[in-house]
């Protein structure tokens, strides 16, 4: 396997010093002292629960070939030493993305950033060597250490960007540098940091502020906040924009949508051609983020055949609309797992998708939780989920946390299964509840900890 970097290049690219580091090559870069790839360089920052300069000797002990710390936090062999570590870490990144000569995007959005992220992946693995942010690495660490970990020989680099408060996207993408900012849609996820949806918008714009001269953004263009984007695209110099969407006039539209429990089809009209488009996904949120990637392809050189027979193979990741199917093939238990984040608008395109789904020989049962970080329109944007709710179709409906109250209360006493405020106490009673044949969709913000359910349902529905 070639290497990433030599100890020295990092040196050179730090400033840092060596202390008794034997060996040279460095295969892989990890912030995690179990799991360490081959000469690794285990970096010790700092994080909200642990701090790395705590596991340094774990990590030597385990294979690394040098840990890099920050000055007077660890001392001994082996050490690469730095003012900070974190910063450190963002020097090895910026001569990763200095030296490199891949097409490089950035995908931010307030729903299906990572999704779209996959779907990009899928598109450039078919036409050359990808590097791809892995599962929701997308914040101040998540994204050096992506980028430091992309190989020099790439030739498609693409990297997810979160935030939860204005001022985070802007130096991430200044990091990235990529030449296509895509920017999925804007929602309320962290409406509370943020006082509305036009606050959103300004900051997922940030992205523009790293796009390289002559770069290109692709925008979602089903979200009022469209013109928001277009003008601070404008304001930051962006010349070339492009769209995509159901509505007419976009760049890249999306016509003749058909969906099924399992896969989708569509018409994407381009520049006069049309192209047939099927997923082995439901949902008209995926038919989206499959054409962004066809999109970025194109502008990419990747041709649009070549993307569409890639995204044949396009589907949910876990937590995030993967369809599991446990039991007998004449009557399963269907579980869709959307427990890893929610906003209004991702519950809105998930119970579509759900309105449209069967169940195998049982009955519809949704699990869903909080919506977080709305601030003072939580309870408002809560209850404004109940006709998407009722017409669902669901005959069991379990409500977890303090937030789902409103809809509670909206949904009233009748409708409403069970309500309780974490998911430990109402955990059991669904799993009482739920027998083959049923069709269950769990949705929540990951802090809610849906995901349990989701593993306990594993545990019990899945057999021997």
């Known amino acids: ?32 002292s179990r799991e360490l790839g081959p000469d690794a360089l285990f970096v010790a920052i700092k994080g909200d629960r642990f701090d790395g300069h705590d596991f340094v000797e774990t990590a030597l ?49 307030s729903v299906g950033k990572t999704t779209t992220k996959e779907a990009i992946r ?132 999306i016509v003749d949508v058909q969906s099924a429990a399992d896969h989708s089809f569509a018409t994407v009209l381009h520049g006069g051609d049309r192209h047939a488009l099927a997923l082995a996904v439901p949902g008209r949120h995926m038919l989206a983020n499959a054409v962004a990637a066809m999109a970025v392809g194109y502008i990419a050189g990747v041709e649009p055949d070549v993307a569409l027979r890639a995204l044949a193979g396009f589907g949910a990741q876990p937590g995030r609309g993967q369809r599991l199917v446990f039991g007998p093939a004449d009557k399963p238990l269907v579980l869709t797992d959307e427990s890893y984040n929610a906003n209004t608008a991702s519950m809105g395109a998930a119970l579509d998708v759900f309105t449209e789904q069967k169940a195998p020989g049982g009955r519809k049962v949704l699990i869903l939780g909080d ?24 005959e069991r409906i379990y409500l977890v946390g303090t937030g789902m109250a409103a809809l509670a209360e909206a949904l009233g006493a009748g409708r409403v299964t069970a309500h309780a405020n974490t998911t430990a106490d109402i955990a059991d009673i669904v799993l009482g509840d739920l027998a083959y044949g049923d069709a269950v969709m769990i949705k929540g913000s990951n802090g809610v900890g849906l995901s349990g359910i989701v593993e306990k349902i594993r545990s019990k529905f899945s057999g021997p």
């Open 122 to 253: 899928m598109v450039f693995e078919a036409a050359g060597q990808t590097h791809a942010s892995i599962k929701s690495f997308n914040n101040h660490w998540g994204v050096p250490l992506m980028l430091a970990r992309m190989p020099e020989a790439t030739q498609f680099g693409v990297f997810e960007m979160g935030m939860n408060a204005p001022d985070e996207i802007r130096p991430l993408s200044q990091l990235v540098r990529p030449h296509i900012a895509v920017i999925t849609n804007v929602a309320a996820a962290h409406l509370e940091a943020f006082g509305s949806l036009e606050g959103i918008a300004a900051a997922k714009a940030e992205i523009f502020e790293g796009l390289e001269p002559g770069g290109t953004a692709v925008l979602n263009a089903d979200h009022p906040q469209l013109q928001v984007l277009l003008d601070a695209a404008a304001a930051a110099g962006v010349a070339n924009v492009i769209t995509y969407g159901f509505g007419r006039g976009c760049d890249w539209q």
């Open 371 to 394: 919506m977080l970080e709305l601030g003072a329109q939580g309870p408002a944007l809560h209850a404004s989920l109940k006709n998407a709710v009722i017409g669902s179709g669901a």
């Open 1 to 32: 396997m070639a290497h990433l970097f030599t100890v020295q290049a990092l040196l050179a690219a730090t400033g840092g010093r060596a202390e008794a580091v034997t060996g040279d090559a460095i295969g892989s870069i990890s912030i995690d």
């Open 61 to 109: 002990k385990n294979g690394a070939v040098a840990a890099l710390v920050s000055e007077g936090r660890s001392e001994g062999p082996g050490r690469i030493v730095v003012p900070d570590a974190l910063q450190g870490l963002r020097d090895i990144a910026i001569a990763s993305r200095e030296r490199s000569r891949a097409v490089v995007v950035g995908v931010t959005g």
